[in-house]
């Protein structure tokens, strides 16, 4: 074998080449899926793209590599290739929201929404890598065979560490910006190493001013309009990208670059957003609101409804599982959650949770919905049968679903209403703005087969101390939806993300409450 690429001691500089565009290909892939999410979410359709761009990038550039590498590779081109990959990087730092933003308005089917941003920010950097490994074969030289196995091997192990490095070290500690740095800037440090021991002249100016690039685009953090107001607190989760923000008198917890949650910092327990009212519903469908004295929240987010219920009944347990703790650390710091025997914060999943617990409830809440990133595992007859058995026989479950009640976009939410009458006899909708547009539209669905009436509603809404009237909320009342065209949603196929078609492009019209003169206020986001 020939001792340029099998060193004793050292990594040659092919060697370093191969494994360092192996750290850096991967770890773009998963820093696409941080820059994409809060325009295209987190869908099957989403990682579908990236990795199918990603694929046909590296191989358009093995393709052409290998046709040059025999007449063109050098180290002097190697270096070129990661310099120009780096300068490309920095370029997606600066420039990836705007590109994201402006491609998402395209006139595309939803499943390929996501492309022309995917190819834009990461088809040219990842085909300019794909160069890398048939060049450092070529220059290795030796036995072809033995060769190509090796650069296989150690470029597969520099995936690996991309693929760790990523996701276990840099997603957690640093954000989307700073992750591009890092990622840039190992590609000018393998540009500096294949460079060296030449690393002088122009060549080495090269060098710092692709560095110097990487740095400027990341100091300034990225240009495209942002979430408004003062941050407050922003991380980069396991999950999702997590910002707690300040705009005047609200405080509203945004994640993946969509309002999550709302505080208002002057009254904590007022309801900002029109459809964390209506849980309180709950109690109007149960035989007596009295009764009530242990309730389960599926998705904690800022914690509004949690708190509220804590505050506005003493009499009542709280439970709530959130997946993501970073969500859990950021709403007990910022949005106040109480330390109470009462309120009891687990941290998981929310069906799990539902499998091994030896708690029953009076209402269960699923808040854990969100317009374009759905958890099919929530949605399913499966689960909901599992809710139904976690509940007490006057039990009711309360769906937060982010639809439209009718139209094009209504599939889902319509869908998700069968669903939910294969395991319980009585499903009763109440759709929070007007009109056949995308909104919050909760879903009631209860153990006791009677029929209530809108009017029986109203009337136990005034006869009931429930702490909040709701006589007015409760005139969007909805019953036997039409769905003979949308499939039961099964662990074996729940194809929430094809339901969702109909909603992408559409405006999410998000009702705020004014509790203080009794009206609401419709706005609308993408």
Known sequence: MDP????????????????????????????????????????????????????????????????????????????????????YVAGVVLLGDLVVQSTGVLPLPSQFASLPAITLLFGPPTYLLGYVSPYAAELAGGDVGATAGHVYAVGTVGSIVGAFATTYLLVPLLSVPQIGLVLGLSAVLAAAAVAAPDLDGTTGIRVGVVALALVVATATGGLGPGVGGDVVHAEQTAYQELRVVDRGDTRTLYLDGQPHSAMDLDDPTRHVFEYTRYFHASLLFTDSADDVDRVLFVGGGGFTGPRIFHEQYPNVTVDVVELDPAVV???????????????????????????????????????????????????????????????????????????????????FYRAQYKTMRQAFPRVYSFPTAGGPVVQNIEVVATKDGTLLTREELQARSERRDIGIDLSSDLSSYRTDEPTDDVPVLRDDRAPVESLLDGAVGQRYVRVRANESNGTSVATATA
């Open 329 to 411: 650390d950021a709403a007990d710091e910022h949005f106040g959650v109480p330390d109470s025997e009462r309120m009891n914060v687990h941290v998981g999943g929310g069906r799990q949770y539902l499998e091994e617990t030896n708690h029953t409830y009076d209402v269960v809440v699923l808040d854990a919905y969100r317009k374009d990133n759905v958890p099919f595992q929530l949605t399913t007859v499966e689960f909901m049968r599992l809710a139904s058995e976690r509940l007490d026989e006057d039990g009711v479950l309360v769906a937060n679903v982010i639809s439209a009640p009718s139209g094009p976009a209504s599939e």
């Open 4 to 87: 340029r690429f099998f060193p004793e001691r050292w990594p040659t500089r092919p060697e370093t080449a191969v494994f360092v565009s192996g750290v850096t290909s991967m770890g773009l892939e998963i820093l696409a899926g941080r820059i994409l999410a809060p325009e295209f979410g987190n869908s099957i359709y989403t990682w579908g793209g990236i990795i199918g761009v990603f694929l046909a990038a590296l191989s358009l550039g093995y393709h052409r590599g290998g046709k040059r590498a025999a007449t063109n590779a050098s180290h002097s081109r190697l270096v070129g290739v990661f310099l120009a990959t780096a300068l």
